[in-house]
């Protein structure tokens, strides 16, 4: 791409025997003074500059970013890269095999088709955790990954060699955004004789990940990454920075995820949806390149499109350890320095940016915390666990109070068994204060309700579970595996546990699910896997497993018991994501954790227990142990990482990422240039959004005689829109499995089928725990269906089938965030193919909104203070909504008017605020889809 360059700002950086073209900032009066990542937006708009899409004027505005004002100028921001996981990216390349297709039919060249911006894909979110607690455990789990997933797999290597500037990393290397800041982000990008700040967007919303190495990027839509993998830049507003200063260091025993829970918990309470967040001060170079990648690797549990930190040597150091080559340091470095967007530590505060909004956190006042039960910005002080436990735990059951101890220590456990089930009923026995099994009726009430029930497993023996036992304990997710210190500091208070005579109680299903092949090596050469192992922390697969939802079945008998008597049990995950019904069908209560709690927990067993006073057992001496006993010390978690960790280890595991297992190399891989579709295939089909597509557009029209399909509360994620785990029989998606042959043991997860768009409308708003409040106390998939006599409870497909047979359009109604989690597309897809034009909310959260014009639904929301329930709107009503038609003129609404009429005739009107934010998305729109759009925009060019 060349830039107009109106100010002159083309230039030449001579780093060593190397020279590069770039654009100075420098020419631009007014850069100095800017945020770091609004340097990056301007510099990127520099070298795009174009006359047209991009233009002087928008290079002034940013320069002349008034810190106060609120965003309203939009600019086209052009990404130098993209990046996906196979969950999310598999759709995409499905989408660009159909766009071929489809420009073959409207009379252009296919091959045109190709990303113009580079993309890698890594393959991570498909391996299940069916193995666990065993020597060969990551062996049998790629296994059956390979087995599940052969068509995916098949269709992603023909993608690779299809489409130019496509490349992918198999199974088995590691998860995506920890492969990003290892391996793939060069922080300074060059490309045809240029360098440039890396910047990408991503199609998994934790991409800011990457934010941590000062790469400015952020999760987008599988649409709109498409798009920008086809030359599209991405509109947005000149955002808002909100600076956080950062001071003071962390104090022993306290981690870096406390870090991130506290400062999501601090950011959710001020206020950053649509905000860049962008870290500065002086306590910046204390926090090592980990904490900085786990920080920005929560920016969406905060809501922020990015949380940045700034290059500096510790950015240097980092690149250094993870093999990145000589050249490429100077590079970075250099190019930092020339542009104005190195921090050095030893400024003056008189060096600041300018912000919008400013915090700080003095890191010496974080303490131990965790969060939940169902989302991350619940945050809970760790000392303050349990009593945060009983109070949550009676909105997830009906049972009376009565229990003190949700499981029995395990060195009481036979005793207890012995002395007590032979003579009572397990369902009338409760827990003392010292984990002795007592007749409930003695205990009295004591705050938590109780129901212990006993489990005869052949593998683990006999024991009780109550509610809130812990039956999922997981080292997993790129936030916090990326992250030495965690890491090594849970291997070395399990060497310490196991030391004491400590074990992980037996009902709790272990995991360890590092995000790359280095934290194998580490601990190798610590001499730690032993320990791990001897809790049950095998290794189990290098990929997201529990966080996204791929926990893999519970013990048969353990989740007998926990549904046969409804229990309330709990998963602890040292992941990004604790959404209601994502980690397990069988639990209703998922934590957040650092990897060292991960373990404290397994051996505890139970939520309900209290670090400080209650101990964890005995040692071989007799003498309770407490986790003081067994945390490790903040110096000999640095002496193991120094002793431990290697350049080699990087530059060995990356050597040969793209070329993947024997198992990977034996694909049997179709060719040619378009994909020869498989009509039997139950994982990728050829996708439905350009059937019967035109030249030309249709003009869009208002909505009239609209039902509204769901009537959804506060905090609806993409995970209670489009979830990701299991298929549960009988439900539509599995009816459609079960009529194309496939048996319910190789249904697999919806996430995995995401190229199939027959399984994913089937399984949109199919979350077990969605509360559809046309429906009284159900959850799940379900709706009433007006097109039937006495609207009738019915599958939310089913009744979506009924209403487009009848030409009835759909409305869906919600609340506060809604759209929030996980930058999910297929949220948007599916809500688009079951016929619902419009979705009606207090609030969104940025990318669905965004997901949702891309696939030509509009999003309105409320009148500011108002909600379906203040205007008692209770989902029987007829919708109309008039003025979207304005759009046919060139402008954009404010607002539209909608009309709901109850059955008896009565009105309810309100003035629906539009938010189609920008004059790109009002084209998205009018076009019925940013794909259409590209398209369209394609041929003709």
């Not at 979110?125 to 052969?150: K, M, P, T, W």
């Not at 903040?634 to 120094?642: F, L, R």
Request: proline share 6%.
């Amino acid at each position: 791409m060349t830039s107009i360059d109106t100010f002159g700002a083309k230039g030449t950086l001579e780093v060593g025997s190397n020279s590069y073209e770039i654009f100075r900032l420098s020419a631009v009066p007014g850069t100095e003074k800017l945020p770091y990542a609004l340097k990056v937006l301007a510099e990127n708009l520099l070298r795009t500059e174009d006359g047209a899409n991009i233009t002087a004027d928008h290079i002034r505005a940013i320069a002349g970013w008034d810190p106060a004002a609120d965003p309203s100028i939009e600019i086209q921001f052009t990404p130098a890269r993209v990046i996906m996981q196979d969950f999310t990216g598999v759709p995409c390349i499905v989408d660009l095999a159909t766009m071929r297709e489809a420009v073959t039919a409207l009379g252009g060249d296919p091959n045109k088709v190709n990303p113009l911006s580079p993309a890698d894909m890594v393959i991570d979110h498909s391996v299940i955790l069916d193995v666990f607690g065993r020597a060969d455990a990551l062996e049998r789990n790629v296994d059956l990954e390979y087995q599940r997933n052969g068509e995916r797999y098949q269709f992603l290597r023909w993608g690779q060699g299809a489409f130019d500037d496509f490349k992918v990393v198999p199974p088995g290397m590691g998860i995506v955004h920890q492969v990003n800041i290892e391996y793939l982000a060069p922080t300074v990008m060059t490309r045809n004789g240029q360098a440039y700040p890396d910047t990408c967007v991503g199609t998994d919303s934790h991409t800011t990940m990457v934010n941590g190495l000062g790469v400015l990027g952020w999760g987008v839509g599988g649409i709109e990454a498409e798009a920008a993998m086809l030359g599209q830049p991405v509109s947005m507003l000149i955002p808002r920075v909100v600076g956080f200063k950062l001071t003071g260091e962390i104090q022993p025993g306290v981690t870096a995820t406390d870090v991130v829970l506290t400062v999501t918990d601090m950011l959710r309470r001020h206020g950053v949806v649509g905000k860049f967040v962008e870290f500065y001060g002086a306590g910046v170079a204390e926090v090592p390149l980990a904490n900085r990648a786990t920080l920005g690797n929560m920016s969406p549990e905060f809501g922020s499109t990015a949380a940045i930190f700034p290059i500096d040597g510790e950015t240097i150091n980092y690149l250094r350890l993870t093999g990145r080559s000589d050249e490429q340091l100077a590079l970075v470095e250099a190019y930092a320095k020339e542009q104005g967007m190195w921090h050095d530590a030893g400024d003056d505060t008189a060096h600041d940016p300018q912000y919008s909004e400013y915090l700080e956190l003095d890191l010496s006042t974080v303490v131990p915390s965790i969060a939940g039960p169902k989302r991350p910005q619940d945050r809970i002080l760790l000392s303050d666990s349990k009593t945060a436990f009983r109070k949550d735990i009676h909105n997830y059951t009906d049972d009376p109070e009565g229990a003190e101890s949700a499981a029995a220590p395990h060195s009481q456990l036979d005793e207890a068994l012995e002395e007590s089930f032979p003579a009572s009923d397990p369902a009338e026995l409760s827990f003392a204060d010292d984990g002795a099994v007592v007749p409930n009726a003695s205990n009295g009430n004591t705050g938590r309700p109780s129901k212990p029930i006993k489990v005869s497993d052949p593998e683990r023996g006999d024991f009780v579970l109550d509610h809130g036992a812990v039956v999922v304990a997981g080292i997993t997710s790129c936030t916090n595996t990326s992250n030495p210190s965690v890491m090594i500091g849970a291997a070395l208070l399990a060497r310490n546990a196991v030391e004491k005579g400590l074990a992980s109680k037996p009902w709790v299903k272990t995991n360890m699910a590092p995000g790359s092949q280095v934290v194998s090596d580490y601990y190798e050469k610590a001499g730690l896997w032993p320990y791990l192992e001897k809790l049950g922390f095998y290794l189990g697969g290098y990929g997201c497993t529990t966080c996204i939802g791929n926990t893999g079945p519970l013990p048969e008998e353990i989740s007998k018991a926990v549904n046969d008597n409804d229990l309330s049990v709990t998963a602890v995950l040292s992941g990004n994501r604790n959404f209601e019904g994502r980690i397990s069908p069988d639990v209703k209560m998922n934590y957040l954790a650092s990897p060292p709690l991960v373990i404290a927990y397994a051996l505890a067993g139970t939520m309900d227990f209290d670090f400080e006073t209650d101990a964890l057992g005995k040692d071989t001496d007799g003498n309770e142990v407490f986790l003081r006993d067994i945390w490790p010390s903040a110096q000999e978690i640095d002496d193991t990482i120094k002793s431990a960790i290697s350049q080699d280890m990087f530059r060995k595991s990356y050597a040969d990422v793209f070329k993947g297992d024997e198992r990977w190399q034996n694909l049997n891989t179709p060719e040619g240039d378009t994909f020869a579709w498989d009509q039997n295939s139950t994982y990728v089909r050829k996708a439905p959004y350009f059937d019967g597509m035109e030249m030309e557009p249709a003009p869009v029209s208002d909505i009239s005689g609209a039902r509204v399909l769901a009537l959804l509360g506060d905090s609806v994620t993409t995970d209670h829109i489009s979830p990701a785990g299991p298929i549960k029989p009988g439900t539509p998606a599995a009816q459609y499995l079960d009529s194309h042959g496939v048996a319910r043991k190789d249904y697999n997860s919806l996430g995995s089928r995401r190229g199939n768009h027959e399984v994913m409308i089937r399984g949109t708003f199919a979350n077990i725990r969605l509360r559809n409040q046309l429906l009284d106390d159900v959850s799940g998939g379900y709706t009433r269906d007006f097109t039937q006599d006495g609207a009738p409870q019915a599958f939310i497909y089913d009744a979506s089938q009924n209403y487009q047979q009848a030409g009835i359009p759909l409305v869906v109604l919600g609340g506060k965030e809604y759209g929030s989690g996980s930058s999910r597309d297929w949220a948007a897809k599916g809500t688009s193919l079951l016929g619902v034009k419009a979705v009606i909310t207090e609030s969104f959260e940025r990318i669905h909104r965004s997901n949702l014009i891309g696939m030509g639904v509009i999003p309105l929301q409320f009148p500011a203070g108002e909600s379906a329930a203040s205007l008692g709107l209770d989902g029987t009503e007829v919708f109309d909504i008039e003025g979207i038609t304005k759009l046919n003129e060139g402008t954009t609404p404010k607002t539209v008017k909608v009309t709901a009429t109850k059955d008896g005739g009565e009105k309810v009107t309100f003035d629906a605020v539009v938010r189609i934010d920008t004059p790109g998305e009002a084209d998205y729109y009018r076009n019925g889809g940013i794909l259409q759009f590209v398209l369209r925009n394609m041929i003709r060019g």
